[in-house]
């Protein structure tokens, strides 16, 4: 006589998944309840819901606040549970991935639903925000992503931050993410071949953003710009551009003298002696100069 068979059968997803979403922000049946941002927007939730799917949310729900009445009881806090450094919208979404395991995104909270997502655990949440990032992303935004990319450790969203910045250069040096860029980040971007802009445009760019930095960070320029100068190729500019560069530096300081001392060298001696060869490099949208031939090898 043949054995008991077993089968694990499913049925519709859609329809299922539909039915947790009604449960999203739904005061019915809930059980926890967080106010959060600056508005203080409650949000209703189910704890076994979110203990279930997400490490954080059971360590939260979990205890009672240290230094409560309840710290030493067995009965979990009820809340509210205050987070005032988000957004509801982007709390909203993290919600909704918890009980759906899908998420509604636009390009106005994608790079803050990843962070929510890196800070919560959520490895399949951060997944579908950097898909979104990548497909959607634009001129305005791509600083920031690739900011997020190296700060959260997607080193996929940062090689696609990279390639797209790489073929709009000219446009993506003028956004105000560029001049939120940290120096790491920038000085990331200055060493590739492939930007789309000439070394001249790439220096005042790299100014105005170290004007920035200084200011928001109250720093001296030189001290902010020090990595991502030393990334500038100098040596590929013309000698009426270097007069020009030397009457800008002697007002901020931005790039050591020695430095601008070695591009003038490689003039004199038509060679980019003692200077490294990728600074002798032309890049992709670098503009031809007459001299760019004697530093071979390194020229084109």
Not at 27 to 33: A, G, K, L, T
Not at 147 to 155: F, L, R
Not at 171 to 184: H, K, N
Not at 257 to 281: F, T
């Amino acid at each position: 006589m043949a054995g008991p068979c077993s089968a694990r059968l499913q049925g519709d997803v859609a329809a299922f998944t539909a039915a947790l979403r009604t449960l999203v922000n739904n005061p019915q049946f809930s059980d926890v309840m967080f106010v959060v941002g600056r508005e203080q927007q409650k949000v209703f939730a189910h704890r076994c819901v979110l203990a279930c799917r997400c490490q954080a949310f059971r360590g939260m729900l979990g205890q009672a606040p240290v230094g409560s009445q309840d710290s030493s009881s067995s009965i979990p806090p009820q809340g509210p549970f205050i987070l005032g450094n988000v957004q509801p919208e982007v709390f909203l979404a993290v919600i909704e991935f918890l009980y759906t395991n899908s998420v509604t995104l636009n390009s106005h909270i994608a790079l803050e639903v990843l962070t929510s997502s890196v800070e919560y655990g959520l490895q399949d949440l951060c997944k579908l925000c950097v898909k979104f990032i990548k497909d959607t992303l634009s001129v305005e935004q791509v600083c920031e992503a690739l900011q997020a990319g190296v700060t959260y450790g997607q080193e996929d969203l940062q090689q696609h931050c990279l390639a797209f910045i790489e073929g709009c250069t000219a446009a993506v040096v003028r956004t105000q993410g560029f001049c939120e860029l940290s120096d790491v980040v920038l000085a990331r971007v200055l060493r590739s071949d492939r930007l789309a802009v000439d070394e001249l445009d790439l220096v005042q760019a790299v100014r105005e953003w170290a004007h920035v930095s200084s200011a928001v960070l109250e720093r001296p320029v030189p001290e902010v710009a020090a990595l991502p100068v030393r990334e500038l190729r100098l040596p590929l500019l013309a000698p009426s551009e270097l007069v020009t560069l030397e009457s800008y530096n002697q007002q901020d300081l931005l790039i050591p003298v020695e430095n601008i001392a070695a591009a003038w060298r490689a003039h004199a001696l038509r060679k980019g002696s003692g200077v490294p060869s990728r600074l002798c490099r032309p890049r992709r949208g670098t503009r031809p100069r007459d001299h760019h031939r004697h530093l071979e090898p390194h020229a084109k």
